[in-house]
């Protein structure tokens, strides 16, 4: 049996990767890792407060490990990838061996989770990797998932999506606008996932405020 962190957003790919692990009988997931912004309130890119994630890993009955950094891509001052190497090497001395990513295709991602996990020996799980945005996001709404829209891009869309259900009819909007990947890969949106097949209960939450932010909508949603 394979023990394994599952690198952890709050959001649908994340989601569903964790799903496609757990359908296996040779992967045990211990824990979820997820890292935050600086100020050690909310999920990066996500924008996902820390108690609403605490309360999504309860429902999932899976416990969350949080850690905040700045941005990975940052020029200076770049601790993403130290803490996110303390963290796994801490889960390691539990007896954890592999590490589940959401990643579908960048591949500048993939390089970067087989070069980090390599240097600690852990081994990479990517479900996702190479599959279809199509078939992808039809499974994720075939198999019962519920999730709504918490951040987008502003140079792609506006405001008025945030909030919306990933449902079929989501897709079909997307699909007609013809410039915006079905599964959000090149940053376009982000979710927040809140009931489903691996959870043992909805997670309540409040809709906020639409918030522009370095030219991306956020959401807030909180605990309810």
Request: with cysteine; hydrophobic share 40%.
């Amino acid at each position: 049996m394979i023990k394994a962190f599952c690198c952890w957003s709050g959001g649908k790919d994340s989601t569903l990767s964790l799903y496609r692990a757990q359908q296996g009988q040779q992967i045990e997931v211990t824990h979820l890792l997820n890292m935050l912004a600086e100020d050690g309130k909310y999920s990066r890119s996500h924008g996902i407060c820390v108690e609403l994630l605490k309360t999504q890993a309860s429902a999932i009955d899976i416990p969350i490990v949080q850690r905040k950094a700045t941005a990975r891509g940052a020029i200076s001052g770049n601790t993403y990838e130290q803490e996110f190497k303390k963290v796994v090497l801490e889960l390691k001395d539990t007896g954890v061996d592999a590490g589940i990513f959401g990643d579908i295709d960048l591949q500048v991602h993939r390089d970067w989770v087989e070069r980090v996990c390599l240097e600690m020996d852990i081994t990479p799980i990517l479900p996702l990797w190479k599959g279809n945005r199509e078939e992808l996001i039809t499974e994720f709404i075939d198999v019962g998932f519920k999730t709504i829209v918490v951040t987008t891009n502003a140079n792609y869309l506006g405001k008025e999506w945030l909030g919306r259900q990933i449902d079929k009819e989501f897709v079909a909007e997307l699909k007609a606008l013809g410039n915006i990947d079905l599964c959000g890969e090149d940053g376009e949106f982000h979710t927040f996932v809140y009931d489903g097949p691996i959870f043992k209960h909805p997670v309540k939450f409040t809709v906020g405020e639409k918030v522009l932010k370095d030219n991306r909508w956020f959401l807030e949603i909180k605990k309810d």
